[in-house]
Nanobody, 127 residues
Framework: QVQLVESGGGLVQPGGSLRLSCKTS????????IGWFRQAPDKEREGVSCISSRTDNTYYADSTKGRFAISKDNAKKTVYLQMNNLKPEDTAVYYC????????????????????WGQGTQVTVSS
């Protein structure tokens, strides 16, 4: 049974940092591409970052480049999203998601590619 559980969200001041974790189970992380998405109130769910299963190639949305970093630890079956210099516009529920990937060296930035989703963790950036 595939499961993804996010943690690490919270309230942080502008300019602060958080590290989100996505603990996976029920599959081999080496075979699945993982993405991070976020959804703010009354907005569409958008891709934030992803990491490919085959190559560890990464993608970042323009709004997060230079501030966010995705990484994974296959032994711990966990994917991380380090978020620095947080801004109020980063406030959202953050989700991790997964799809099995044996062929594509890159990861998909769109949510339609992802088959499995976590429940989300709230990130609030406010003074």
């Amino acid at each position: 049974q595939v499961q993804l559980v996010e943690s690490g969200g919270g309230l942080v001041q502008p300019g602060g940092s958080l590290r989100l974790s996505c603990k996976t189970s029920g599959f081999r992380l080496e075979h699945y591409t993982i993405g991070w998405f976020r959804q703010a109130p009354d907005k569409e769910r958008e891709g934030v970052s992803c990491i490919s299963s085959r190559t560890d190639n990464t993608y970042y949305a323009d709004s997060t480049k230079g501030r966010f970093a995705i990484s994974k630890d296959n032994a711990k079956k966990t994917v991380y999203l380090q978020m620095n210099n947080l801004k109020p516009e980063d406030t959202a529920v953050y989700y991790c998601a997964a799809y099995r990937n044996f062929l594509d060296p890159d990861c998909a930035s769109g949510k339609a590619a992802y088959d499995y989703w976590g429940q989300g963790t709230q990130v609030t950036v406010s003074s």
